[in-house]
């Protein structure tokens, strides 16, 4: 696994200001896994990770950063039939021609970058009526906090690695805040009743095995607004969890 370091707040409006500091902190000592420090200009981001999928048989994990960076990556990424895992509090479809954290996945689908179909989301329990409206007319595949509750999350895991494994290229995007806020409280929207870090770590530790799974992003931490370090810290053990 390979690392890139994308310390940038380009989406973020103003609301989650810091997060842009989260990847050196998170990637403290690991100097010699990291190929690529991309800054706030993202627009070369896509290509930049095409050109290491294309030409490596090593995994690439972004270290954000705002969610917004998804975009670009996901862009370059995408070769048609690429699959796209998102845990997420939110699900980032509000209507706006701006990329930005709150809208990227809405217009990576406007696009035509991504297939609605090719989605699912994990963790969701923030969805306003305009996105719920969305999330229904393009049938996009999710589990929020009360589906996972019902099922389990072992059986919740098993279902997106059911549906995600006939992808030929699959991208795996964490957001922090699908972790509950007693679990990481450095993030820039807190929305109680997530999952545990436990849960989440569960769930990456599976993901990461599957074998069409190119490239992950951990995104949204804000060391700013974090309490003791917690969040750093468990966004450190995802990191190590693909290390």
Do not use: W
């Not at 999330?135 to 906090?145: A, S």
């Amino acid at each position: 696994m390979k690392i890139a370091v994308v310390p940038a707040s380009y989406g973020s409006l103003g609301k989650n200001k810091g997060c842009e500091l989260a990847p050196a902190l998170l990637t403290k000592g690991l100097g010699a896994k990291i190929f690529e420090i991309i800054g706030e200009n993202l627009e070369d981001l896509g290509e930049k990770l095409l050109n290491f999928v294309n030409s490596s048989n090593d995994k690439l994990f972004l270290v954000g950063g705002d969610h917004s960076i998804t975009y670009f990556s996901f862009k370059g990424f995408s070769d048609g039939n690429s699959g796209l895992i998102v845990f997420d509090a939110h699900p980032d479809m509000q209507s706006s021609d701006f990329i930005t954290h709150e809208d990227y996945l809405r217009i990576l689908i406007e696009e035509g970058i991504l297939k609605s179909e090719n989605i699912v989301i994990v963790g969701l329990r923030s969805i306003s009526f305009e996105e719920q409206d969305y999330l229904i007319r393009k049938k996009i595949v999710y589990f929020d906090m009360n589906k996972i509750f019902e099922l389990g999350i072992e059986e919740v895991c098993n279902l997106v690695m059911e549906r995600m494994n006939k992808f030929s290229r699959l991208y795996l995007s964490i957001d922090i805040d699908a972790a509950d806020p007693a679990f990481a409280p450095g993030t820039g929207y807190l929305e109680p009743g997530g999952l545990s870090s436990f849960e989440l770590l569960y769930m990456v530790k599976r993901i990461r095995m599957m074998k069409n799974l190119k490239v992950v992003d951990l995104v949204e931490i804000n060391p700013n607004k974090d309490l003791n370090g917690i969040t750093v810290a468990l966004g450190r053990k995802i990191l190590e969890a693909f290390l």
